[in-house]
């Protein structure tokens, strides 16, 4: 019941703040009925997809210090997990997508009690490692399609089809993302406060006096490193659906790993908003550049110059990001 | 029965004993300095105590639990709790939100661990300071908000390793305060290491002189001043033969 409560407990927010956020729900409850292309719909599905695979690494990145680039081997298992139900077993999403995050869930135990007990940079190369090796391993699966991938075919389906999640029009998309957008900014409202919360915000400053403060730190990275992939696992299951076609190299791939943890670091690593700030930075940039430049010869690697200048920049002036820098303004302000 | 027993102690860092042979057992409701020169393994016996380094040799029991072999968090979940000599904080919890992690072991409810933190805070007269980053605070008020945090997590005994050291006289004289408010307030059997000498002579019951990684002397602060292995620890053996007739 408190956990409830503290979800929709936001008033230790500035009015700023929550004013600026209940603008921005009302715009995102209402965007589709404004004039769009199909093209802006789709930057916004990307721009939820991507907050809430932020959001999932927040909770073991940003409060808890772990910089975790293997998200990737997450989304894969999800979607692959809700691809190779439906098509094989005609299985519905609602179904799937659970089933998917425990399989994410019960990899990330496999992998994170190992890999938590490296620190830092290690931990970090470790688990680019795993994620790749996920992925190589999903190429040669023929059961899940090896490196061809896996297609849902929506003809087979007479859409809207709430259960498999299989629409025509976008804009049902965009709904069942943005319901899951809100659930996961309550989940993270509450975490941020919970128990499990300040031990990883502990951790992260210390973990000698976190341990001496009755802190079992392994299990608390772990249990957390559970939940981010459950976050990114659910998302991954929905870009099965929403995208159709998956392949080891679209849906699990560096570049979407870092993608997350880059969004999360750029809007403020830690924050409860960051990521959705950093995801609202990034997302249209790439979508834009990649139809904006990517057509012309040559330019085709610009995004990820793009994306080595932001990483700089962010390292060097403020590494809690753009919600760090506002932070720091407002306690400059208070004094 | 004695709250904590440390039998025959030994801590090797390579070639390096830097516990050796230590015994010693401290009774509920004591107060106990650890004295010593530099590098005579105080903070080290502190991190085997609290389960922080693996012990070579030797037996520590806390309470009736042998917590010889015990990490770090079951050590603090027994009720044994510790601050640090430097404390490296990243800057990202606020002073109330400290003392909460400390509240979080003994809680699940964050509105729990809230209210307690508030009402340590209020005893340890901190409570303005609430809202602060711990980075932003002075050297005193930090190690008094460490204390505070090791407090939240109700211990039966609290190891304070040099919380003294590097204040001026007046904050020294509020450390002191929170040492004995913890001690005879809050009833926490308390060990301190410190090289404050009018602290540590002032507040201990009882003194222990480690020296080279051995213990050289136990007993009342007094005794321990007038303890000819303890002056030549501190002061070097020629300091005690030029001056053994004022000793005697």
């Known amino acids: ?335 | 029965m004695a709250l904590l027993e440390v039998h025959s102690l030994h801590k090797d860092f390579g070639g390096l004993k830097a516990n050796d042979d230590i015994s010693f057992n401290m009774e509920e409701g004591e107060l106990m300095g650890l004295i010593g020169p530099n590098g005579a393994g105080k903070t080290t016996l502190f991190n085997c105590i609290a389960g922080l380094h693996p012990v070579t040799s030797g037996q520590i029991i806390f309470g009736g639990h042998d917590i010889t072999k015990f990490t770090a968090h079951e050590v603090a979940r027994l009720g044994l709790a510790r601050t640090f000599q430097v404390y490296v904080a990243s800057g990202d919890l606020t002073v109330v939100e400290n003392v909460m992690v400390g509240c979080f072991m003994r809680t699940r409810a964050s509105s729990q661990a809230k209210a307690r933190a508030e009402q340590i805070l209020k005893d340890f007269k901190l409570l303005d300071l609430s809202d602060y980053l711990l980075i932003e605070l002075p050297v005193a008020a930090q190690k008094r908000v460490t204390m505070a945090t090791a407090v939240g997590t109700a211990p039966k005994m609290l190891l304070l390793d040099e919380v003294a050291a590097g204040l001026n006289p007046s904050e020294i004289e509020e450390i002191m305060a929170t040492i004995r408010h913890i001690h005879n307030d809050l009833e926490i059997t308390v060990m301190l290491i410190e090289h404050v000498m009018e602290l540590v002579m002032k507040i201990s019951d009882r003194l222990i002189v480690l020296d080279s990684g051995r213990k050289i002397a136990e007993g009342t602060p007094n005794n321990v001043a007038k303890d000819t292995n303890v002056i030549k620890a501190y002061l070097g053996e020629r300091y005690v033969q030029e001056h053994a007739a004022e000793l005697a």
């Not at chain 1, 927010?13 to 729900?25: G, K, N, Q, S, W």
């Not at chain 1, 719909?41 to 073991?60: D, E, K, P, R």
């Not at chain 1, 560096?254 to 908003?273: K, Q, R, T, V």
């Not at chain 1, 720091?328 to 004094?335: D, Q």
Request: proline share 4%; net charge positive; aromatic share 16%.
């Open chain 1, 1 to 335: 019941m408190e956990a409830l409560r503290n979800a929709f407990d936001f008033s230790d927010f500035p009015r700023l703040d929550l004013t600026i956020a209940a603008v921005v729900a009302l715009f995102l409850l209402t965007f589709p009925a404004f004039p769009h292309s199909a093209f802006a719909m789709a930057t916004m599905i990307q721009f939820l997809m991507f907050s809430l695979y932020g959001m999932g690494w927040n909770t073991i990145g940003g409060y808890g210090g772990q910089v975790d680039l293997g998200k990737a081997q997450y989304v894969g298992i999800g979607a692959y997990t809700t691809a190779v139900m439906l098509i094989r077993w005609d299985i519905p999403f609602w179904v799937s997508m659970p089933i998917g995050m425990c399989f994410a869930v019960i990899w990330s135990f496999i992998i994170g009690y190992p890999l938590f007990r490296l620190k830092g940079h290690y931990f970090a190369i470790a688990t680019i490692a795993t994620s790749l090796v996920l992925k190589d391993l999903f190429e040669v699966w023929g059961f899940v399609g090896a490196a061809m991938g896996l297609e849902i075919s929506p003809i087979k389906y007479s859409p809207p089809d709430f259960l498999r999640l299989i629409f025509k029009e976008d804009i049902y998309y965009y709904y069942v993302i943005l319901g899951f957008f809100f659930l996961g900014i309550l989940y993270v409202n509450w975490f941020r406060r919970s128990r499990l919360g300040f031990q990883l915000r502990a951790i992260k400053n210390n973990e000698e006096v976190a341990r001496s403060l009755g802190i079992n730190v392994h299990w608390a990275k772990i249990k957390t490193y559970a939940i981010a992939t459950a976050f990114v696992s659910l998302v991954g299951s929905f870009h099965a659906c929403y995208i159709k076609n998956i392949e080891p190299e679209d849906t699990m791939s560096l570049d979407i790993s870092i993608l997350i943890a880059l969004m999360a670091m750029l809007g403020g690593a830690g924050s409860l908003w960051g990521p959705i700030i950093g995801a609202s930075v990034l997302i249209p940039l790439k979508s834009y550049l990649k139809e904006w430049l990517g057509a012309q010869a040559g330019l085709i690697g610009i995004d990820l110059i793009i994306y080595g200048g932001i990483i700089m920049l962010v390292s060097a002036v403020e590494p809690r990001g753009i919600w760090g820098i506002v932070e720091k303004v407002r306690r400059r302000k208070r004094r």
